[in-house]
């Protein structure tokens, strides 16, 4: 299984999918329960789109430097076959002599141009096109458009060329050369090159693939600048025409065919958005169309996805126009003939294409329109879509969603809509909490000042209770007590006071360590039964007790008031108390005394005057 060539970096990424709207062929999924978007290798083309919109340079591809520096260290000989574009990418260099040696100081023994792989490409492309036998082609030196037919247009694999990449004829050409054990680096502007690499073995095998933003990272670590090396020129055989490569239509002119509008019989597209259509186009109509195509990706090689950022396509251009020429104005044609004579017999240029149909099953009509309904495209109007989630149409969008490559989310209309009745809702919820705060500080406000008149109240009544001359005490369940006075205090005595000066009101003692038994009983009675106990004489030492035990809290709390009967005022008050309760008592007697005979007396006076009525009526 060949490794990742595209992967995106989940902390480095900002989540703004600009990549999912970039890809072509939706090889980057989004879903609801991933933070950062994936890529699907086994539908990736190696395009590089996502690569040029990543802004947070979370996307990164196959690294081919320590690769590279592996080979390079193995101790054998190593040939590295540069990509014509590659006097576009180094502007920055005078003398395009002086990048090869920079090359050669990275350890390589031998340095070669594919533009000589090109030219023996070309003229395979030459027969082709010129021997028409009724079938017309794509011209498949372009890894990106060879992927995207394979795996997405399978139906016209066929009509892809079965020509190799000039990268392919260049390894076979260095193994011609300088052996068959000899490794090759391919260096170029190129990601997709790194997956093609892997299709090849033998004669045909790319060791490792470099691009140019690689290179410039190598000559960096390696401290190998323009200024400190000497003039070295490419090793033979040199290129011709095929120099012209990387600007889309320099392989027709390598290949001296036509591009005239009226009487050729090829078309050449490059970018990303004319390859699209294009291949749509062959697809559909190329019995009415009736011409080749020549596609390229990207805008011609020297924009590739490998070159360094923000390059100037006609700055480069301008560059390998002039590097050609310059290099062609003494150029031994013979020579060159000859050579190509010699290597092109020896040359196997039968590409590899294969079938990897990576479409997905079509959903259901039903469960498409279902989708459109939830992001809001209903009327016919509301599904030409605006692209912004990187589908041609709201219904292919749709068709996406149902098959796990996106989101809901991804629709911008249907997101701000969303984000518009979240924020509606946020807005009431907030105005509700707001009015729920409100309150809330309204009652906190009331509680705290019932909590203050609570206070006020306990401190006074506190204040009250230790004032009274009677002494109370008040347990819980446990008789610990809860609270006392300096009345009970003082009943108890010594010991009792010296355990207030430590604990203030005695709070928490535990009150059958301070009474006798037949005394705290009565506490344990009253919690336990809930009745009252009152007026009950209980002596404790020398003390006769008047006590008074009452419930508060059923079968928890208990309070008593105890009252010393010895002291002037309390027996006094308790005489006075006992007296009346006397008088009161014999006063009910004699009033109950008093209505029975009153009432015997009456009954006795009503049977005698009956007895005198009747003695009456015998007389008459």
């Not at 391919?186 to 997956?195: L, N, V």
């Amino acid at each position: 299984m060949k490794p990742p060539l595209i992967t995106i970096d989940s902390e480095k990424c900002k989540i703004c999918f600009a990549c999912v709207r970039a890809c072509p062929v939706n090889a980057i999924q989004v879903r609801s329960n991933m933070e950062a978007p994936v890529v699907i290798h086994d539908r990736c083309i190696g395009c590089g789109s996502c690569l040029q919109v990543c802004a947070p340079l979370a996307i990164e591809y196959r690294d081919g430097c320590e690769e590279t520096k592996a080979i390079l260290s193995s101790g054998e000989k190593v040939v590295a076959i540069v990509a014509p574009s590659i006097s576009g990418e180094f502007d920055d260099i005078t003398d395009y002599r002086k990048f090869v040696r920079m090359i050669r100081e990275l350890g390589f023994a031998y340095v070669n141009e594919a533009s000589f792989g090109v030219d023996m490409v070309a003229e395979q492309y030459h027969d082709l096109f010129t021997n028409f036998m009724g079938r017309y082609y794509i011209t498949a030196n372009c890894p990106p458009v060879i992927s995207l037919i394979e795996k997405f247009h399978p139906e016209i694999i066929d009509n892809l060329a079965p020509v190799i990449t000039p990268m392919i004829a260049s390894a076979q050409l260095s193994r011609q050369l300088y052996g068959n054990e000899v490794k090759v680096v391919y260096i170029g502007p190129c990601i997709g090159a790194k997956d093609e690499a892997l299709r090849y073995e033998g004669n045909s095998r790319v060791d490792a693939v470099l691009t140019f933003v690689e290179l410039r990272r190598l000559f960096n670590e390696m401290g190998i600048k323009e200024s400190t090396v000497e003039y070295s020129d490419f090793d033979p055989p040199l290129g011709y025409k095929g120099s012209l490569y990387s600007i889309s239509n320099g392989i027709l002119q390598a290949a001296n065919l036509s591009e005239d509008l009226m009487q050729g019989s090829i078309i050449t597209a490059e970018g990303k958005e004319n390859v699209l259509e294009s291949i749509r186009e062959f697809e559909s109509s190329i019995d009415f169309i009736r011409k080749h195509f020549n596609l390229f990706y990207c805008e011609g090689c020297l924009m590739g996805p490998g070159t360094s950022h923000g390059g100037k396509k006609y700055a480069r251009k301008t560059l390998v126009t002039d590097y050609a020429n310059k290099k062609l104005k003494n150029f031994d044609v013979k020579t060159w003939q000859k050579a190509c004579k010699k290597h092109v017999s020896m040359t196997d240029f039968r590409a590899v294409i294969e079938t990897d149909d990576q479409r997905l099953p079509l959903p259901s009509e039903e469960k498409t329109e279902e989708i459109l309904k939830v992001i809001g495209k209903i009327n016919t109007e509301d599904k030409l879509g605006c692209g912004a989630c990187g589908y041609e149409s709201c219904r292919d969008f749709a068709k996406a969603v149902a098959q796990g490559l996106t989101k809901t989310d991804m629709c911008i209309t249907y997101s701000l809509r969303s984000k518009h009745d979240f924020i509606k809702t946020l807005k009431l919820t907030n105005e509700k909490l707001g009015r729920t705060q409100d309150a809330l500080m309204e009652s906190e406000k009331k509680a705290r000042h019932e909590q203050q008149l609570a206070q006020e109240a306990l401190e006074r009544t506190s204040t009250m209770l230790q004032k009274l001359p009677s002494a109370i005490v008040i347990v819980d369940a446990n008789l610990k007590v809860i609270e006392s006075n300096q009345s009970f205090i003082n009943i108890l005595g010594e010991d009792a006071a010296e355990v207030n000066e430590i604990i203030p009101g005695l709070v928490g003692a535990d009150i059958k360590t301070l009474l006798p038994f037949q005394f705290y009983k009565l506490f344990s009675a009253v919690i336990s039964n809930n009745e009252n106990l009152v007026n009950k004489d209980v002596h404790l030492g020398d003390k006769l007790l008047n006590v008074s035990v009452f419930s508060i809290k059923k079968g928890k709390i208990a309070g008593a008031v105890l009252r010393d009967m010895y002291l002037p005022e309390v027996r006094k008050e308790e005489v006075i108390n006992r007296v009346t309760e006397v008088i009161d008592e014999n006063l009910d007697l004699v009033q109950k005394i008093a209505f029975l005979l009153g009432e015997g007396a009456a009954k006795t006076e009503r049977m005698l005057n009956s007895i005198i009525e009747s003695h009456k009526a015998g007389k008459k």
